[in-house]
């Protein structure tokens, strides 16, 4: 069968792509998504959710067998212990991570998108990404120069009279901390706390799917969505990208077209390059992989944001209310002042709920992460060239100490807060938190973990003498609150192990100069070196930008579709 365009992965950037593009009748578009549909009228309960827990614990909306690394990789030591490989829950569904994450709606700073343009993405500067951003959105609370009305995710804030007790605690605790209140996070981008936007409306859900792929967008002739379908491998004429073969329910089918664009996320995009002969050369010969084109960039310098959490136990009274299902209601944005690191390069979400059991709604946490990360060590490398085998994930978080010493510091800072009288009020037993193996597994959506945390919850809202014994024996993992406060080593050594990334896996088909020996893809997403073949995704980022990476690359997706387009 033969296309204009073939998309490989119906996620966040796929969702767009498809409906631009197919708004021209001429064009006939596929999209092959290797997840479960998500029809309108029909989408899954759990996807749907105001609240996003439900679906992100949900594996099957995953790639199961997906596991990376977090910490540092030594390959100079092979005798050095290795780092523990973690579940790493990457979204295999329609809408991709818009259908399953927090649904937070930001997109970075003026300095990120000028850093792009110093990389080389020329045409990407914050003036010029802009007005994708407002393309993207129909904002429901604020009309002015920074937003848009006419898009097709809906962006709403939280009002703060809705805020649960803990949220508003946090909030007095910045004041008192001489914060500034910030009605607008995606307005003038500057320190402050605020209620957080979220791509959400009516209490529910809106992914790009949704958003994008809706009943109308689905009865054009020209496009079809072809779901629980796998992309097994590019197919090449010389250089020239003319489909791809693909698992369609059990069956192999190949698919033609003039152009295949990849939005399969910074982990699957350079997997599929890698399987077609573009990348590394030496990685390509020592998998036995043809080289097409050598291009040194595709899997290098991953990046994500490097986080940390401090967690309590909420005080009746002061955990979810009903206003809401959604359980981040607040942020935090603050500099830290390091020398040549650009302002706001910090940013802490108020969780007010840490899972969808019986234990996750008695506990919050301030959430840190490095809005600006350093940290560009990581890579995505081929573990084998069997279609089915997931790759090789290394992030190397903290690679940059920057990067360590901000988490350091961001976590007393946090404790700061959570010992001001306010917070004390709503909660007690802060502790160093870990999204642990432990932590993972109780996580699963499934009627034992149901039982097991209403029991345990039961406990919790016993006597303070018992609820300290349960969190000191049961919830915290090597390291007390007094420890990591009082000891520096302790400190460094619970956020080198504890740190995690946010899911925004980033940068490794990076777009720049077509000089830049690690560039990958010019600034309309085309790759180097063969003809046909685009990606378009969180991949082709220069650098990670100060934000959750959803509305970052639904932009990029607008853009790009523009570009396409208008050639």
């Known amino acids: 069968m033969a296309y204009d365009y073939i998309i490989v992965g119906g996620g966040s950037a796929g969702s767009v792509l498809a ?3 197919s708004a021209r009748s001429a064009n006939k578009v596929l999209v092959c998504e290797a997840g479960q549909d998500t029809p309108p009228g029909a989408e899954p309960p759990e996807i749907k959710d105001s609240y996003s827990g439900t679906a992100y614990f949900d594996p099957r909306f995953h790639w199961t067998e997906l596991k990376v690394h977090t910490q540092i990789v030594s390959h100079n030591n092979p005798h050095e212990n290795r780092p523990p490989l973690r579940k790493y829950e990457q979204a295999r569904v329609l809408g991709g991570g818009s259908s399953i994450n927090g649904q937070m709606a930001n997109r970075g700073a003026p300095t990120d998108y000028a850093e792009w343009e110093t990389r080389g993405a020329e045409g990407w500067a914050w003036d010029k990404v802009l007005p994708y951003f407002k393309k993207v959105e129909r904002d429901l609370d604020f009309s002015n120069e920074w937003h848009g009305k006419d898009g097709h995710i809906p962006v709403r804030r939280i009002p703060v009279e809705h805020w649960t007790r803990h949220a508003a605690a946090v909030a007095e605790a910045c004041k008192l901390s001489g ?16 209620p957080v936007t ?11 799917a949704m958003g994008y792929l809706g009943a109308a967008t689905r009865k054009r002739s020209n496009l079809t969505i072809s779901t629980n379908t796998q992309v097994k491998s590019l197919l090449f004429e010389g250089t020239q990208c003319v489909g791809v073969t693909a698992r369609v329910d059990g069956k192999d089918v190949e698919f033609r077209a003039r152009e295949v664009i990849l939005s399969s996320g910074a982990i699957h995009s350079p997997a599929h390059l890698m399987r077609a002969g573009i990348g590394p050369v030496g990685h390509l010969k020592d998998m036995g992989v043809p080289v097409v084109s050598a291009l040194e960039g595709v899997g290098q310098r991953l990046m994500d944001h490097p986080s940390i959490s401090l967690s309590s136990f909420i005080r009746r009274g002061a955990r979810m209310n009903e ?7 607040m942020g935090i944005r603050y500099s830290s002042d390091l020398p040549g690191i650009p302002k706001g390069d910090m940013f802490v979400a108020v969780v007010s709920k840490s899972a969808w059991h019986a234990v996750g ?26 279609w089915r085998s997931e790759p090789i994930v290394e992030f190397n978080l903290l690679s940059d100490k920057r990067d360590l010493d901000r988490l350091m510091t961001g976590f007393r800072k946090m404790a700061a807060l959570q010992m001001m009288e306010p917070l004390k009020a709503v909660t007690d037993n802060p502790f160093p938190a870990s999204y642990s193996d432990r932590v993972r597994q109780i996580g699963v959506v499934n009627n034992k973990n149901k039982i097991i945390t209403s029991v345990v919850a039961k406990l919790l809202d016993g006597p303070a003498a018992l609820r300290k014994y349960m969190i000191d024996n049961f919830v915290i993992e090597g390291f007390t609150f007094d ?14 192990k504890a740190a995690i990334g946010v899911w925004h896996a980033s940068c490794t088909c990076r777009m720049g100069r077509a000089d830049d020996p690690m560039s990958v893809v010019d600034t309309q997403g085309r790759v180097k070196g063969v003809q046909g073949l685009r990606v378009v995704d969180a991949s082709i980022f220069p650098i990670v930008p100060c934000a959750n990476t959803n509305f970052p690359t639904l932009m990029t997706a607008e853009k790009i579709s523009e570009a396409i387009l208008a050639a």
């Open 179 to 194: 914060m500034k209140f910030l009605p607008d996070q995606n307005g003038e981008f500057v320190d402050g706390y605020f």
């Open 323 to 329: 206003h809401t299902r959604r359980h981040i209601h």
């Open 483 to 496: 420890q990591v406060m009082t000891d520096d080593e302790a400190l460094e050594a619970f956020v080198r």
């Open 19 to 21: 409906n631009r593009l």
């Open 198 to 208: 979220h791509s959400n409306a009516n209490e529910a859900r809106v992914s790009a």
């Open 361 to 386: 709604e008695q506990i919050a946490s301030l959430l840190t992460f490095i809005n600006r990360t350093y940290s560009e060590t990581g890579q995505v490398k081929l573990a084998t060239t069997d």
